[in-house]
C-alpha cells in the first residue's frame, strides 16, 4: 500500500483509494519517515510560512528524494521550491486540489536503500591487478555510483571495489550495472552492485547511510561527516587502517 506523509498540526485526511495516510508532526519525524518508509507516494505540507529554515529543509529533501513527488499547503507566496507543487491553502477547495494531487501522483521512490554522497574515494579492479582510483559519486548498502571518465566497463562486467571511510575500508566483489550518465542529476560515470556484501554488512551501511540523510536534512547548510566504525560493528566486509 502506497503511503502519503503529512507535515501538518491541523490537516486531516483519511485513507482513501488504497492509500494509507500518516501524520508526522515535525521535521525530526518527517525526516525519519523519508528514511525508514517504505512505498511512498509523495508527501504534503501544511506551511504557514516559507521561511528560510523551511525552504533549506524542503529544498535538502528534493535534494536526497530527486524521484519523490511532493505538494506544499501555504498561502499565497512567491517563494518556490524547485520540485514542489504548491496549492493556495486559502482557497475553499484546497482540500480537492490536494486529493487529485495525491491521486495523480506516482510511486516513482522506488529504491532497494537509501544513498548518500560522501566524499569518499574507491579503487576499482576488473582483474584484481589493475586498480583504478575513482570518486563515489553516492553509495548504499546496494552498490555504489562512480565518477569517471576515462574508464567505461561494459554492463554486466565483474570486478572488485574498494571504499575507504574514516577509520575504515569497505571491498567486496561488484557487477557493473550500466556505465553512462543515467539523467542530469549524475555526472559521467557507471554505476556498481555489490555482490558479496554479507547481510551484516548491508545493515551496518544502511545504518551509516540513513543517519547522514537524517543528519543533512535536518542542517542542509552542514558539510557531511565522512563515518567511522566502532568495533562492535566490524563484519568481514570491513576492514580498520
Sequence with gaps: MDTVIVFSDNLYLDDFNGIKIKKVFSKEELAHALVTDEY?????AEIP??????????????????????????????KTIHGFSFIDADKDDYKESLKRFINNAENRNKRGANRFSWPLKAWFSENDIEWNELEIFSVSSGGAYLKTDMIFPGGGSRG???????????????????????????PFGFSIKFTSLTNEGKIVLDNLVNDAVIRILMEPEAEPEIPSLGGSDL???FTFF
Aim: glycine letters at 4%; one cysteine or more.
Design 160 to 186: 572488485k571495489i574498494r571504499i575507504n571511510f574514516a577509520n575504515f575500508s569497505l571491498e567486496s566483489e561488484c557487477e557493473v550495472i550500466d556505465s553512462q550518465s543515467r539523467s542530469s542529476n549524475y
Design 49 to 78: 510560512e516559507i521561511s528560510d529554515e523551511y525552504f533549506g529543509f524542503f529544498n535538502s529533501v528534493k535534494i536526497n528524494f530527486p524521484m519523490l513527488e511532493g505538494v506544499i499547503l501555504t498561502p499565497e507566496s512567491d
Design 235 to 237: 563484519t568481514p566486509d
Design 40 to 44: 511512498i507516494r509523495c508527501i504534503v
